[in-house]
Each structure stands twice: as structure tokens, then as C-alpha cells.
């Protein structure tokens, strides 16, 4: 299996694609979609919607096994204790996953009384520490494992989230532990460039670690996971198409050098994603490269 850290372009000097995928409201092999081609990684997500989902790690075993796809399975603080994190951990261990980003999970607001209950039993840059001393074979009473696991950990940024927050929040992330970032969507690479700059100035080196900067496919009534321009929004009502939208950003990505890029197909309403326009996306960004 690769590691993430192992492929972005400062080792490999190639674009790599992250794609974000969602697990079906099933247990049937026949209801999983297939990932779109071209992607390095499929990022298996937790819960999105905060809806009963295949679990993210059984997914992901499932489709490396069946598809042959390098998979990344979330991992939310949220929604476990640390006695059931830790044991999850050691199971995605003896499924063969390597790969796993840690985030803290959207809060279950307007959720019916009494049907969910948020455990919080680690901070995200508390469980990034804990994922590493389990690297070093040790749990989290402090006893030792009898073989240590080897999980290369991604964390969560979100450079619109307040950019000196985030840069401490990072910077913290990362003497945690984080061996690689995925970052909500934007859509002008100068966020991109002023949180690096930020990042430098306050701790007095650049980012040590790969960055997948999260590029949103659009269409006409998506749902997206940031600010959408009103340019953007202009374009899409006037017909053009989403993925064409979405090339010319990649393009301004790539000539402010980000090269390691985490995708975000079409969310549509319910959750539907569109992932033939992923596929359409990566076939003809892939030749820009």
C-alpha cells in the first residue's frame, strides 16, 4: 500500500489527485459506486450528511481489495471513545489500510432529542499524538502493543477559517504528528499562498508536510463546502459547465505551483455526488499536468 506522504509532488515531482468519496446507505457490495478513474487516492468519508453509512474502514478495505484503489479512511473524533478509537485503529491495521485523516466531525445540530450524542473523547490534534504513540507500539493507558502500527496520519485545514487560527491550529496538527493536510475547498489560489507565507513567518520554515488544497466541482444547485464566488455562480447559470469551471481554476492552481490537489466532486442535493464529472475532471487535468 502507498502512503500518501510517500506520493505528493515534493517526492515525486507529479500532481497528485486526492479524490473524496462517499460511502452508500448500504451494505450491499452492488449499491457502492465506482470511484472515478485518474484519482492517486480516494478519501472514504465518515457519516457525511450525519446519516447511517457503511463504515469508512470496512469501505475502504473493500474497495482496495475489489477495485484495487488506494483508499484514505476518515476517522472522526466525534464518535467514539478512546478504548473503541484505539481498538478501530488496530482492526483498519489488520485490514491493510496505512492511510487515515483525522477530523473532528460536524456537530449534530438539529439532530431529535436523544437519537445521537457527540463522545469528543480526543481533540483532533489530541487523537494525531495518540495515532503516533500507537506508531511507536504503545495505547493509550500506556501499555505496550504487541506490534506497532504504521498509519501515515492526514489532518483537516481550512484556510477560510480565520487565517492566524489556522495557521496555530496547523502548526499544532503537525508537531502532533500530521504527516500530510487536506484543505477545504477554495477557489483562488492567493488563500493558498497567503496561509504558506502566514505559516512561514510564524513558525520560521515552510509547511514541512504535503498539502492537498481542495479544488470543488460545481454544478447548476450544488451544494458546495465553501464560499462559491459569485463569478462561478454567474457562469453556472448562465450554462457553462461546471467541470470547465473547474479546469480553469486547476489551471491558476498549478501556476501558483499546487500540485498536490484533493477533489471534491459535485455534492448534489441529498448527497448525490457526480462522480462521472470527477471522472471527466481528472481525465483532462491529468493532460495539463
Not at 447548476?220 to 448562465?238: C, H, N, Q, T, Y
Amino acid at each position: 500500500m502507498t502512503k500518501v506522504s510517500d506520493a505528493g509532488f515534493e517526492v515525486t515531482g507529479r500532481t497528485t489527485f486526492i479524490c473524496d468519496y462517499s460511502p452508500p446507505r448500504s451494505g450491499d457490495p452492488g449499491n457502492v459506486d465506482t470511484p472515478p478513474a485518474g484519482a492517486d487516492f480516494l478519501l472514504i468519508n465518515r457519516n457525511p450528511g450525519r446519516v447511517v453509512r457503511t463504515d469508512s474502514a470496512m469501505l475502504a478495505a473493500d474497495i482496495r481489495q475489489r477495485m484495487g484503489r488506494e483508499p484514505i479512511f476518515a476517522l472522526l473524533t466525534r464518535d467514539m471513545n478512546r478504548l473503541a478509537i484505539q481498538s478501530y485503529l488496530l482492526g483498519a491495521q489488520l485490514l491493510g489500510l496505512e492511510n487515515v485523516v483525522v477530523a473532528q466531525g460536524d456537530p449534530f445540530t438539529g439532530a431529535p432529542s436523544g437519537k445521537m450524542s457527540a463522545v469528543h473523547d480526543y481533540r483532533p490534534t489530541e487523537l494525531i499524538a495518540a495515532i503516533q504513540q500507537l506508531n511507536q507500539g504503545m495505547d493509550f493507558r500506556g501499555r505496550q502493543l504487541e506490534a506497532p502500527t504504521s498509519f501515515c496520519i492526514g489532518a483537516a485545514l481550512d484556510p477560510t477559517g480565520g487565517l492566524d487560527r489556522q495557521v496555530n491550529l496547523v502548526h499544532e496538527k503537525i508537531e502532533a504528528g500530521a504527516d500530510f493536510l487536506v484543505s477545504q475547498p477554495i477557489f483562488d489560489p492567493a488563500e493558498a499562498v497567503r496561509f504558506e507565507e502566514r505559516y512561514a513567518a510564524y513558525v520560521g520554515r515552510s509547511v514541512p508536510v504535503p498539502i492537498y488544497w481542495g479544488l470543488q466541482l460545481l454544478e447548476r444547485g450544488s451544494i458546495s463546502m465553501g464560499a462559491v464566488p459569485g463569478k462561478s455562480l454567474d457562469e453556472l447559470e448562465d450554462g457553462r459547465s461546471g467541470v470547465e469551471i473547474a479546469l480553469e481554476l486547476y489551471q491558476a492552481f498549478l501556476q501558483a505551483s499546487l500540485h498536490n490537489i484533493y477533489l471534491l466532486p459535485t455534492i448534489k442535493p441529498g448527497g448525490y455526488r457526480d462522480y462521472e464529472a470527477a471522472r471527466q475532471f481528472l481525465a483532462e487535468a491529468q493532460g495539463m499536468c
